[in-house]
């Protein structure tokens, strides 16, 4: 390594030295030093003792553990973030002399002033934090915190975050309120990033990996620490957007925010404020077509508005992007001079800030990633749920009207007639004769949407309802038949190399709220995937809670087409592209698997009322419909078997017979025996 001027080594350490902790670590008292109640223990140490409890089976115990650790570890933070904020002014004495020094000491002047700030810390710390956890923590500790393990363990993980809620904001077009959840949320995301900044600068810094140059001294260490710090608080922008969990951070989030920002604000009429939000997001991406062509729509719209006009970027989004410029000139800085090894967490870096001779490597990273990102988006047509559409149809009547190639997807069908006129009939009048009890969603407006009522009835219920004499049993035992019909087409067309159990099963109707239609713009169901929770920006499909997991199969068979609006669609993974729409009929049914190759949503329903019979399947015995199994048993109580004669050891027998075994049953009986009860999706 060719060796550069002290004046540059320090100039990259003395930088630093501005904004963060220092890198020596001395035994001296400080003024300003916080205390707390007693010394903090060392959250790993805790952790680990946790987890072998958790895995002994250990419940209370663990549980205990695992809160003292996630505690212990807020309150070396906050206990951190104290030191950090009383140190500031530490070795300020020294920087008169820093100015007047010209000769040789003034190297030595600096370094004096950041042990300065080094001795008042690591005092500070040393008053609130007991011996242990002073020491750094492993790797596999940091990476367990990271991804939010300990709080996977207590199952606290699963929120809303405030992202979220905006987006749900939008959805119900209610654009004051959204424009204030992603000021909120834009307001959280600097928060949480410089709140991560000050960890990386109080927690200190290992050396980097390699092999240490006999030539280097302290300058070249001191630069070498300085540049990792630097490299933490750039890492601080993946930390804030990886969300709970997850592994691949929510790439180019702020920047996201402010493109949302700027859309509900002009919804709003706020115009003023998109200007400026817009500016704001122009500091990342300068020369983004799509970008000046809303500003130049904003002018227009305002008209001789001159103030509002040249409204500037916000000074937060200012000063956040000419710091992590800067940061970033340092650390290519040392990337092409000092053997550092750096990875640009943004996809907004300008190409200017790389030094020419890191250029090609940095082009070759960003289309390999490009590539990765086509790559994934090809994945995304692959279907591993084990279903195979294309299947025989054993039903007479029953037609294919559109397969996978017609809907532009895998794993779909549309069919006609499984109902006929009669039977959507009898089954609107179960769900118009229900709707004053209905299952808890009586009068209610819609869980998706407040321009829609929203109403449902499960089997379980529909059934206590006849036993009341509100509902005609005839017509409960219909909806009960409909479920096995749906099931027997479905496990022939998609060709289930397993047995299917109910899961869910819904009677639901959704109904336009009259005079709450104008100028409507959201759905009345958001796209969404039935067993993982779609991450449109990132594409990815997360199978964990509070997603419905084990769903595998779904189904919607419709009443009516009496109404305005309410067509199915299916998108891609961004949530955006629709692929293929289906219009509601009476007897119509719609099939396809419950995993992320199958993104759909609902049109609003802008007129009258849409129903729909909503059916889940799944493979896995455990988490088959219990309702369902409590509605059979009242009949069998009242001496009506429901089932077919040998049902009862049929669960157990399909788990053992070959497919072809299954189906030549299924198709010599084409009895229609047991349905479930469930919530709605669709």
Known sequence: ??????????????????????????????????????????????????????????????????????????????????????????????????????????????????????????????????????????????????IRNPYNFLQVTYYKSLYDMAVLSESSSEWPR?????????????????????????????????????????????????????????????????????????EDLLPTI???????????????GAVQTIRSLLLFYPSDSDSLSNLQLYFEKLGGDTESQEAQPSEEISSYVKRSLLEKKLLFFGAENLDFSFIDPDLWTPEEVVPESLRKAWRA??????????????????????FYAGGHVPLVGVDIVMDSAALNGTNRVVLDGVLSPKECQNLLQLATAAASAGDGYRGRRS?????EKFEGLTILRALKMAQDGVLNQTDVKLLHEIGERVRTLLHSYFRSPSPLYFSFTHLVCRTAITGQQEGRQDLSHPVHVDNCLLEAETRQCWREPPAFTHRDLSALLYLNDDFEGGDLFFTGRDAKTVSTTVRPACGRLVGFSSGPVNPHGVTAV????????????????????????????????????????DDEDEDEARGTRRLAQRQGSREKSKSKDRVIGARDEL
């Open 258 to 272: 402010l493109e949302h920002l700027h859309i509900a604000q002009f919804k709003a009429g706020d115009l003023k």
């Open 365 to 386: 990273e960003r289309e390999k990633l490009q590539e990765r990102e086509k790559e994934g988006q090809r994945e995304e047509e692959m279907d591993d749920s084990g």
């Open 447 to 451: 869980p998706h949407t407040p321009h």
């Open 178 to 250: 959204t424009v204030e959840e992603w000021r909120e949320c834009l307001k959280e995301t600097l928060k949480q990033t410089e709140e991560c900044r000050v960890q990386c600068v109080v927690e200190g810094q290992r050396f980097p990996e390699r092999e240490p140059e006999a030539s280097e001294g302290v300058f070249e260490r001191a630069a070498a620490l300085s540049l990792s710090l630097l490299a933490c608080q750039q890492s601080c922008v993946s930390v804030v957007s990886t969300r709970p969990g997850r592994i691949s951070p929510h």
């Open 1 to 146: 390594m060719a060796l550069h001027s002290k004046t540059a080594i320090v100039y990259v350490a003395l930088f630093f030295a501005h904004v963060s902790l220092p890198f020596f670590s001395t035994k001296t008292a400080a003024s300003g030093a916080g205390s707390t109640s007693g010394p903090i223990d060392p959250y790993d140490a805790l952790y680990y003792t946790g987890v072998r409890a958790y895995f002994r089976k250990e419940w209370e115990k663990a549980a205990e553990l695992i809160e003292k650790s996630i505690a212990s570890r807020e309150s070396l933070f906050q206990t951190r973030r104290k030191c950090h904020d009383s140190c500031v002014t530490a070795g300020h004495d020294r920087l008169p002399k820093l100015d007047a020094e010209k000769g040789s000491l003034w190297d030595l002047w600096a370094l004096d002033w950041v042990q300065q700030r080094a001795e008042c810390v690591q005092y500070c710390l040393a008053q609130a934090i007991s011996p242990a956890a002073l020491l750094p923590v492993s790797e596999d500790i940091l990476y367990e915190f990271g």
């Open 606 to 645: 802008t007129a009258g009322q849409r129903c729909s019979l909503a059916l889940w399947f799944t493979k896995e015995k455990l988490h088959r419909d219990m309702e369902r199994e409590e509605a059979e048993a009242l009949w069998a109580a009242e001496g009506q078997n429901v089932k077919k004669a």
